[in-house]
């Protein structure tokens, strides 16, 4: 059984850190390009990052120069350090896990709140 357990959300003061992480289990961690996602109320779900299995990475507009994901493949794991928070990063995050557009892994989300 696949499972992709995000953590590390929370409610954070505008121009704080919050480092997320999502544990994957049941597939070959390795071999999965693995993002991360989110989506605030009222909007679709928006690409955050993204690491491939080979390292690279990939980041959206807003959020360059402010968060870094990195992953462990001994750990099945992979992080979002995301600094310098916005009111406007508060959304629910997701890790997705992606091999193929049908052999694909959402987790169940981790809520982060930017506000003073």
């Known amino acids: 059984q696949v499972q992709l357990v995000e953590s590390g959300g929370g409610l954070v003061q505008p121009g704080g850190s919050l480092r997320l992480s999502c544990a994957v289990s049941g597939v070959t961690f390795s071999r999965y390009t693995m993002g991360w996602y989110r989506q605030a109320p009222g909007n679709q779900r928006e690409l955050v990052a993204r690491?491939?299995?080979?390292?690279?990475?990939n980041y959206a507009d807003s959020v360059k120069g402010r968060f870094t994901v990195s992953r462990d493949n001994a750990k099945k794991t992979v992080y979002l350090q995301m600094n310098s928070l916005k009111p406007e990063d508060t959304a629910v995050y997701y890790c997705?896990?992606?091999?193929?557009?049908?052999?694909?892994?959402w987790g169940k989300g981790t809520p982060v709140t930017v506000s003073s």
């Open positions: 997705n896990a992606f091999f193929t557009a049908e052999i694909n892994y």
């Open positions: 690491i491939s299995n080979g390292g690279s990475t």
